[in-house]
């Protein structure tokens, strides 16, 4: 007998600062485990599936991400359901929205937009309370030197440098549509130094790793380690150039997902 499927598109943020990771992993406490643990306990066992937006490291938080929920049973009433789904997930989880998509829809291939935004703060040893979202470099930086080289991240360029075990079979020709080293006006908590700084970077797609890697050499540029010709340098089409330093997963945060 064919069962009539329902598509909902449902936002969330998370800390990713206990978790491996959105995808799913033997053994390990993933956000798509807890996502889909929780939704089989309220659907009371009834069958369906979701599918994120993308990918999330260990560790990387999300200030507003999505996925798709597949269900074989109208959900009549979208504010009871989430109120019920927020109370039986974790504190460190929370759904944001639902709502109802079509057929068509398919949140992988469906036209998107991530900004994605890092925290940090760099000179001084930063409150513990800090560490789940912000990154602290003890060393001193040059901040105007690196808001230069963040504007070199911008347009369309070679970023096979700043994909982690880049193959020779990767697209790595992608569009950054934003990129900017800025003061940090978008989360605030009274335990933070008082100068702190976030990256903003925004784009249709991103390699893996590509913003961690980013973020290094700006923080390498920072320390005088590299100068503004490198960047620009291992952006072009015959750049050999691979990026050894990753800067750490915590103050990573997908700050939000646009669908056109």
Known sequence: MFNQRYY???????????????????????????????????????????????????????????????????????????????????????????????????IIQHPKTKEYVYLFAFGQKCHPFCAPIMTTILDDLDIELMKKGAKCFEGTHNFKPYCFRATDKGLYVRTIESCELIENTIFSASFFPENTYTLVVKGKGFGRNQIRLMMGVLIKLGRGEVDLGYIENSLTPESKDVMDYIAPASGLILNNVSFE
């Open 8 to 106: 909902y598109l449902v936002k969330i943020q998370y800390l990713g600062y206990r978790f491996h990771g959105w995808q799913k992993q033997p053994n390990l406490k993933t956000i798509h485990f807890m996502i889909d643990r929780t939704l089989n306990y309220i659907l009371d066992g009834k069958q369906f599936k979701t599918l994120g937006s993308g990918r999330t490291d260990a560790m990387v938080s999300a200030n507003e991400s999505a996925f798709e929920l597949f269900v074989y049973e109208k959900i009549e009433d979208e504010a009871a359901f989430l109120a019920v789904f927020n109370h039986n997930l974790p504190q460190d989880i929370r759904a944001l929205a639902i709502d109802e998509v079509d057929a068509d829809f398919n």
